[in-house]
């Protein structure tokens, strides 16, 4: 194989590898994103009506410190722990996870 035949190969692979870190870290942000929206909302949702970490997690039957760390954006949630906790808050799943303005 001649020497441009190899550069050319190496900058292809070198094109790969930048395109899937690139894309590794959107997908990254993107679920931080949403993380931190959803977050943000169910505290917000949570202190609205009035209630501590602890009776949210009750209701929800989830163990009080799973629903700080929910709040905190440290967790991944479940789509099931998610509609635990809207359904807890008698709030739609989707208003969680919905941008306010």
């Not at 722990?81 to 919905?98: F, G, M, T, Y």
Request: proline fraction near 0%.
């Amino acid at each position: 194989m001649s020497i441009s035949r190899r550069a050319a190969v190496v900058r292809c692979d070198v094109l790969l590898i930048v395109g899937r870190l690139i894309s590794g870290r959107l997908l990254n942000s993107l679920s931080m994103m949403v993380t931190d929206v959803y977050a943000r909302n169910l505290r917000k949702e949570r202190l609205a009506k009035g209630l501590s970490q602890e009776a949210l997690a009750d209701k929800a039957g989830l163990h009080r410190t799973y629903v700080g760390s929910v709040e905190r954006g440290e967790r991944n949630i479940t789509l099931v722990n998610a509609e635990k906790l809207a359904h807890a808050l008698d709030i739609e799943l989707a208003d969680l996870v919905r941008r306010k303005r």
